[in-house]
């Protein structure tokens, strides 16, 4: 018989004070980055700015560009309302497949619903099996949404590594599609839960 896991982290469950990690009251965490960030994003204690501050290696160029992007943070990683009902609907449109819908399934999903037309020109790359990008419809496609689409591609195929390293370049990176960009890299790497941060500083 097949079993369900609904279990979810709460935030007793990842309570800092009971980490092996936590060094006491005048130490605190004693670790740069934190082991269990993925846990304590499902549990809704991770604020945007530490999700951010530890997904991204520090990089002089690329930091004042990350600076800008968690001040502008206004309480959703979705660009508008109609971003976050287009991405609803895709997913729930293609169903769910345990062995396709990885993390970096839905964050290529997340870049190619941010707005009404990159959507309609993806809309028949997402299969039974995956995402199939040389099914979409290039033509006339704005620089912007380009860069988005590109984006979702590498991110999805995991050969993210060169792209990355333009991110800190402005002249080829917008800053609308930075930010973006920045937050699909947060759902490849920690999954749809983190798409539920709404505060900008965590919540322990």
Same mark, same amino acid.
């Given at each position: 018989?097949?079993?369900?896991? %609904? $279990?979810?982290?709460?935030?007793?469950?990842?309570?800092? %004070?009971?980490?092996?990690?936590?060094?006491?009251?005048?130490?605190?965490?004693?670790?740069?980055?934190?082991?269990?960030?993925?846990?304590?994003?499902? &549990?809704?204690?991770?604020?945007?700015?530490?999700?951010?501050?530890?997904?991204?290696?520090?990089?002089?160029?690329?930091?004042?560009?990350?600076?800008?992007?968690?001040?502008r943070f206004t309480g959703s990683?979705?660009? %508008?309302?109609?971003?976050?009902?287009r991405m609803e609907r895709v997913?729930?449109?293609?169903?769910?497949?345990?062995?396709?819908? +990885?993390?970096?399934?839905?964050? &290529?999903?997340?870049?190619? +619903?941010?707005?009404? !037309?990159?959507?309609?020109?993806?809309?028949?790359? $997402?299969?039974?099996?995956?995402?199939?990008?040389?099914?979409? !419809?290039?033509?006339?496609?704005?620089?912007?949404?380009?860069?988005?689409?590109?984006?979702?591609?590498?991110?999805?195929?995991?050969?993210?590594?060169?792209?990355?390293? !333009?991110?800190?370049? &402005?002249?080829?990176? !917008?800053?609308?599609?930075?930010?973006?960009?920045?937050?699909?890299?947060?759902v490849a790497r920690y999954g749809?839960?983190?798409?539920?941060?709404?505060?900008?500083?965590?919540?322990?």
């Amino acid at each position: 018989m097949l079993q369900i896991n %609904t $279990f979810h982290y709460s935030p007793e469950d990842v309570d800092c %004070t009971r980490c092996a990690k936590y060094g006491g009251k005048k130490q605190g965490c004693t670790v740069k980055a934190c082991p269990w960030l993925a846990e304590r994003i499902e &549990a809704g204690v991770v604020g945007y700015e530490e999700a951010v501050r530890d997904t991204f290696p520090r990089n002089a160029h690329l930091d004042a560009r990350l600076h800008t992007v968690v001040r502008r943070f206004t309480g959703s990683l979705f660009l %508008t309302p109609a971003h976050e009902r287009r991405m609803e609907r895709v997913k729930a449109e293609r169903g769910y497949r345990r062995k396709r819908d +990885t993390p970096a399934y839905y964050a &290529a999903m997340y870049l190619l +619903t941010a707005n009404g !037309d990159l959507c309609r020109r993806t809309a028949n790359c $997402f299969c039974k099996h995956g995402i199939e990008f040389g099914y979409a !419809d290039l033509r006339g496609i704005p620089p912007h949404d380009f860069t988005l689409f590109s984006a979702a591609r590498d991110i999805y195929t995991d050969s993210c590594g060169t792209m990355v390293s !333009d991110l800190a370049n &402005a002249e080829v990176v !917008d800053t609308l599609a930075f930010s973006l960009i920045v937050n699909a890299l947060l759902v490849a790497r920690y999954g749809c839960p983190v798409l539920k941060i709404t505060d900008r500083e965590g919540k322990t």
